[in-house]
C-alpha cells in the first residue's frame, strides 16, 4: 500500500455550514433564504419525512427554507458514525468537522490517503433540486449563485496546493439562466457543474429536445464537465414499497445506465463533440453489456424510426469515447473487465461523508481492489489519478499532475 498514489476523489460531499446563506445573502433576503434552527422534534417518517416540532423531542438542526423544513440528518454525515440509524436527526455538533468545515475536511482527506477531492452538495441537493422547487424563482438564483460563490471562494480556496476543486451548480428551471451561470463560474475558475441524471422525473425537458442546447454549449465553450450523481433525478428503482432500503442502494446504478443510454441515444455528442460527462457514484461494471445492446438496439430499430425520433445519427457505441466516464469506490467487476469497460473510463471515488464511503480505509481499499484485479502501475495510476487530471484538466487549470 505504501507505493499506491494519492487519490483524486471525484464524488465526495460537502454538508453545507449553517451560516452559509445567512451570512452571505442580503439582509433583507436571510429570512427568506434557507437557514438553520436548532430545536427540538420528532421525525414523522425515516427518510426526509415532514418534522413535528416537540418540546419533548430530540435536538436536531433544522433547515428552513420557504416550504422546505428539513432536519439535518445522519445519513448526510455517515462517516464516523456507520452504526447509527441513518434517519436519525442531528446538530452539526454531531458529525465529523470535516463534513463541513474546510481545513477540518483537509485534515481527514490526509489521514484517508486523499490528495484532491470534488464535492457535491447535501442540503442544496445533488444537482440542486432545493432551488428548482421553490416557488420564488428570483430568490433561488441568488441562493445557487451564493452557493457557487461560497464553492469556489472559500470551500476551494487554496493558498497553496489545490485540494479541494469546485463543482458548481445551475438554475435548472431556465436553461439561459444556467448557460449563463456556467460561464460566471467558469471565469472564476470552476470547471465542472452538477447536472440532473434525469432532468424529466424533476419536470423538466428531456435532453432529447433541444432545449438544453444552451446550456451544453456553454460547457464545450468553458471546458465545464456536466456530473451526474446517482440520485440526481429525486428518483430510486425498487421493487416493491416494502422492500428493504438496502434493495433501492443496491440499484442506484440502474439510474446511470439510464443516464448512459439517453446520452448516447440523445445526438448531444455529435452536436457538441467536446462535451464530457461523469456517471458519478454509478459504478461501471456494467457498461459493455448495455453499450453492445444500445448498439443492437440502434441497428435493429433503425427501419422503423423517423428522423426525427432518433437523434443518434451514428452507432451510439461511436460516440462513447472521450465523451463519459464514471466512477468506483466498490466495483471490482469493472476493473477485471477493464479492457471492455475502457481504462480510462475509470475514476476512483471516496464518497466521504456518507455511509458508503470507504473513508479512512480508502487506501486499503483500493490497493486490495487493484491487486485483485491485476491493475499494473500504470493502470493504477489511471485510476487513482491519472484520468481524473485528464477528463477534468486539473493540470491545466489547477496545476495538479503527478
Known amino acids: 500500500m505504501s507505493g499506491?498514489?494519492?487519490?483524486?476523489?471525484?464524488?465526495?460531499?460537502?454538508?453545507?455550514?449553517?451560516?452559509?446563506?445567512?451570512?452571505?445573502?442580503?439582509?433583507?433576503?436571510?429570512?427568506?433564504?434557507?437557514?438553520?434552527?436548532?430545536?427540538?422534534?420528532?421525525?414523522?417518517?425515516?427518510?426526509?419525512?415532514?418534522?413535528?416540532?416537540?418540546?419533548?423531542?430530540?435536538?436536531?438542526?433544522?433547515?428552513?427554507?420557504?416550504?422546505?423544513?428539513?432536519?439535518?440528518?445522519?445519513?448526510?454525515?455517515?462517516?464516523?458514525?456507520?452504526?447509527?440509524?441513518?434517519?436519525?436527526?442531528?446538530?452539526?455538533?454531531?458529525?465529523?468537522?470535516?463534513?463541513?468545515?474546510?481545513?477540518?475536511?483537509?485534515?481527514?482527506?490526509?489521514?484517508?490517503?486523499?490528495d484532491v477531492s470534488i464535492c457535491f452538495p447535501s442540503v442544496s441537493r445533488f444537482c440542486g433540486q432545493t432551488f428548482l422547487e421553490r416557488e420564488d424563482k428570483d430568490l433561488a438564483l441568488l441562493c445557487v449563485q451564493t452557493y457557487n460563490d461560497w464553492m469556489i471562494e472559500e470551500w476551494c480556496a487554496s493558498t497553496d496546493a489545490v485540494r479541494l476543486v469546485p463543482l458548481t451548480l445551475v438554475p435548472l428551471w431556465d436553461v439561459q439562466l444556467a448557460a449563463a451561470e456556467v460561464r460566471r463560474c467558469a471565469a472564476k475558475g470552476a470547471h465542472a457543474v452538477s447536472f440532473p441524471e434525469g432532468?424529466?422525473?424533476?419536470?423538466?425537458?428531456?435532453?432529447?429536445?433541444?432545449?438544453w442546447d444552451p446550456l451544453f454549449a456553454a460547457c464545450q465553450e468553458t471546458d465545464t464537465v456536466l456530473n451526474l450523481h446517482v440520485g440526481s433525478s429525486s428518483t430510486r428503482v425498487t421493487t416493491a414499497s416494502d422492500a428493504p432500503i438496502d434493495l433501492a442502494i443496491c440499484f442506484l446504478f440502474v439510474n446511470s445506465q439510464l443516464a448512459f443510454a439517453d446520452w448516447l441515444y440523445?445526438?448531444?455528442?455529435?452536436?457538441?463533440?467536446?462535451?464530457?460527462?461523469?456517471?458519478?457514484?454509478?459504478?461501471?461494471?456494467?457498461?459493455?453489456?448495455?453499450?453492445?445492446?444500445?448498439?443492437?438496439?440502434?441497428?435493429?430499430?433503425?427501419?422503423?424510426?423517423?428522423?426525427?425520433?432518433?437523434?443518434?445519427?451514428?452507432?451510439?457505441?461511436?460516440?462513447?469515447?472521450?465523451?463519459?466516464?464514471?466512477?468506483?469506490?466498490?466495483?471490482?467487476?469493472?476493473?477485471?473487465?477493464?479492457?471492455a469497460v475502457g481504462m480510462e473510463r475509470i475514476m476512483i471515488e471516496t464518497d466521504f461523508p456518507h455511509k458508503d464511503s470507504t473513508y479512512p480505509h480508502s487506501?486499503?481499499?483500493?490497493?486490495?481492489?487493484?491487486?485483485?484485479?491485476?491493475?499494473?502501475?500504470?493502470?493504477?495510476?489511471?485510476?487513482?489519478?491519472?484520468?481524473?487530471?485528464?477528463?477534468?484538466?486539473?493540470d491545466r487549470y489547477f496545476g495538479i499532475t503527478g
Open 4 to 114: 499506491l498514489p494519492r487519490l483524486i476523489s471525484v464524488d465526495d460531499h460537502v454538508l453545507e455550514p449553517p451560516d452559509l446563506w445567512w451570512s452571505r445573502l442580503p439582509r433583507k433576503d436571510r429570512d427568506r433564504g434557507p437557514y438553520v434552527r436548532r430545536e427540538r422534534g420528532a421525525l414523522l417518517e425515516a427518510l426526509y419525512g415532514r418534522w413535528q416540532p416537540d418540546d419533548g423531542g430530540s435536538w436536531a438542526d433544522v433547515w428552513y427554507y420557504d416550504d422546505m423544513i428539513r432536519p439535518l440528518q445522519r445519513g448526510l454525515a455517515q462517516s464516523g458514525y456507520y452504526d447509527e440509524e441513518t434517519s436519525r436527526p442531528i446538530t452539526y455538533e454531531e458529525v465529523l468537522p470535516g463534513a463541513y468545515q474546510r481545513d477540518a475536511r483537509l485534515a481527514e482527506m490526509d489521514r484517508n490517503h486523499t
Open 199 to 211: 432532468p424529466p422525473a424533476l419536470g423538466l425537458p428531456s435532453i432529447y429536445s433541444d432545449y
Open 266 to 339: 440523445s445526438g448531444a455528442f455529435e452536436r457538441f463533440p467536446d462535451l464530457r460527462v461523469v456517471l458519478s457514484e454509478g459504478q461501471v461494471g456494467w457498461m459493455p453489456f448495455v453499450t453492445q445492446r444500445i448498439d443492437n438496439t440502434w441497428l435493429k430499430c433503425f427501419e422503423g424510426n423517423q428522423p426525427s425520433s432518433r437523434r443518434s445519427r451514428q452507432l451510439p457505441s461511436r460516440l462513447l469515447d472521450g465523451h463519459i466516464f464514471g466512477s468506483i469506490f466498490d466495483d471490482l467487476q469493472g476493473l477485471v473487465d477493464r479492457e
Open 363 to 394: 487506501e486499503k481499499v483500493v490497493s486490495e481492489l487493484a491487486a485483485a484485479a491485476g491493475l499494473d502501475d500504470r493502470e493504477i495510476h489511471m485510476l487513482t489519478r491519472g484520468n481524473a487530471i485528464a477528463v477534468y484538466r486539473l
